[in-house]
């Protein structure tokens, strides 16, 4: 019989009492509350399967640790006991290896046949936050497959087999599986460049692929390791098949053996690794289960059963879009979805998002999550931007692009993101009460809020424009590519395509200089409610941080810089007449409030930030939450429905986008309307299409049916909905 490796007894002892403590703390530990809070059943049948909006086909994909290989369970009686995929990321492209790389038979020793798992009488396919099982159940046997993951390039397989019989029975474990050939876009490109056998182990090496837009591997490679005594023989041009010995079991006994999967993007990542030590899996496993129960218990405050298995389930889609340090990125971080095909990268605003959510359950990710992005900051001695110094690049990828010495097409450094870093991490510390992030983040914080008085106040009025870097696309000094700018500058809002950013006459593109004549970047003619709401909240975050860090006058300087911005916001972004708040169209010493472009989810901001008068808010609420505006079936469109551009389904002039409306509902809370925000977020669960159920959190929704929109598995969209559930849905 195969036993598992013993720790110490003093490690298992600490072990069994945390396993203790987190599985009797509180009922967000109770395992089966928790099971299948994602769809991961599917079975791929070629690299990629992706619908028209370019998602993966199959709904979820369970990864854990930031690894950078995930899997599903099988949707069909052919694959029971195995575990389909993996699914691998390309450096920016997540593609599937394999049907099922590891595909399990179970073999009578009796018979010499093997056993129908889709017959036996008890069949148990599931998921639970730190693993997938399966589970069948005979009259004289019980087979159960388990998977979870031991560290961040490992996923331990085990194969679990009780004779529950009173007499001796003998099976055998029969393990094969081939990766698939080619792409189907790249017919002539094969994957797999060899295929090494060793005595436990098959290792596939990866043939190196440059397709920008398609798939990126250097030498790369996947390993399939077993712990146990097998006998591996090849099958086909790149499969294998691994049996086990003959496995003789006493009535009432049981044997384990178990098999890693683990992925590598180059042969340094894997020497850096080092060999698999099965002494320490068990302690890893037991370890990174005791972690999730830990997240368990610092999420759950309460509410009902579906609203905190949302706030699970939100949690989850987080951590599986979580990535470990490898190539550019030097800190672990969470991506926008795994199962997008774009978005295998870590953008900034996304970060600032993502990192509030984390710090309710994971403060060291949550914080890692905002250094990866702050390992980019710029400064002055860049030698491609020194001008930017204290901004940050919009996304950062496995492959920086050709400027940085890289190959990438996907990082961008042509603008910002609205600055909400300081939020973040003013968030973050009310969770951990630890002033060391502060600390080494304050000067970076200070660098950034200034670049945008320095590059993105055309006027020098103290009202900040989105605009676009200094860039090849962007044209030169004296000759800008309008169009490019203008894209940029939408860009840098968050908000690409939203009306108020249409092309026409009146938007110019305004090229900014320093003093010495050197061109710092541009500007579009328009002062915007949201960025300049963001930058008085800022300044509010800044002034909070200046105090931890006894940094009195400072923080006096910050207050009273954001008592003028205020009053400035009061006074010039809001319309009387119409009760809304608007950007502002420049026309050189003139502007105009953008009334005829109509009211958009931006007007919001002022409440969220706390720099609307009392009387203002008021009115907003009054006028604007009915049906026919900003009150729709899921409320806060981006767009509100009476605008004569309002298109609900066309990314940023219709559909709810989580965080905006999260900005909406906090701001309509903060100015003494708690309970109507609860209705609104309450409602928004409710009838947001797949929210309470295991679908997928999807990028934005419908506002008028609640359809999921665009991406699968939005992580932006999970953070806000982990956070409506601690605000307004944790109570019973």
Known sequence: MTRLPALSALRLLLLSLSLLYSLCSVSAAQASEYRDLLNYRGTPSTMEQRDQQGNLTIPAVYMDLGAWHGFHLPDTPTYYGSFTGPLFIAQEYSLHLSDSLQKLQLISGETGQGVDLAKAERVEIYSEPWGLMQ???????ELE??????????????????????????????????????????????????????????????????QTWQMQLDDASYRLQFEQAITISTQGSQGYRADSQMLTLAGGETVTLRAAQRYFHTQAEAKRAGELDWARVTEQLAVNQVRWHNRLDNLIRGGGLKTRRLAAKSMMTLLHNWRS????????????????????GVWAWDSWKQAVALAQFDVALAESNLLAMFDYQFDAKDPLRPEDAGNLPDAIFYNPDASRG???????????????????????????????????????????????????????????????????????????????????????????????????????????????????????????VDLNSYLYAEKGYLAQMAEVLGLGSEAAVWREQAARLGERIRSEFFDAQSGFFYDKRLD?????????????????????????????????????????????????????ADNPAFAPRRYWRGPVWLDQALFGLQGVSRYGHDELARRFATRLVNEAEGVLGDGPIRENYDPLTGDGLHCTNFSWSASVLLLIYRSWLSTD
């Open 135 to 141: 589970r069948f159940g005979f009259d004289e046997l």
């Open 145 to 210: 497959t388990s998977l979870a993951y031991s560290d961040k390039r490992t996923a331990i397989i085990s194969t679990k087999l009780t004779n529950l019989s009173d007499t001796p029975r003998a099976w055998r474990l029969s393990w094969s599986g081939s990766p698939f050939a080619t792409h189907p876009k790249l017919a002539q490109y094969r994957l797999i460049d060899k295929r090494l056998l060793s005595e436990r182990a098959v290792t596939w090496q990866f043939t190196p692929i440059d």
């Open 325 to 344: 340090p490898a190539g550019a990125l030097l800190h672990d971080a969470v991506t926008p979805s795994v199962t997008y095909k774009w978005f295998n």
């Open 406 to 528: 890289g190959k990438g097409g996907n990082w961008n450094e042509r603008n910002g993101k609205p600055p909400l870093a300081a939020w973040a991490v003013w968030q973050i510390y009310q969770q951990s009460q630890d002033k060391a992030l502060i600390t080494r983040l304050y000067p970076k914080l200070v660098a950034y809020h200034e670049w945008w008085y320095r590059n993105r106040d055309h006027n020098h009025n103290g009202l900040a424009e989105y605009g676009a870097n200094r860039h090849p696309r962007h044209g030169e000094p004296g000759k800008p590519d309008r169009e490019a700018v203008i894209e940029a500058a939408a860009w840098e809002s968050g908000m690409d395509n939203a009306p108020r950013f249409d092309m026409n006459d009146q938007l110019q593109v305004l090229e900014n200089y320093d003093a010495k004549g050197r061109l710092l970047g541009y500007s579009i003619s328009q002062e915007s």
């Open 588 to 640: 050189g010493e003139n502007s105009r409030l953008m009334l005829a472009e109509g009211k958009g989810v931006e007007g919001w901001l002022p409440l969220w930030a706390g720099a609307a008068k009392k009387a203002q808010a008021e009115r907003m609420i009054a006028r604007h939450l009915g049906p026919e505006s900003f009150g729709t079936l899921i409320p806060f469109p981006t767009v509100s």
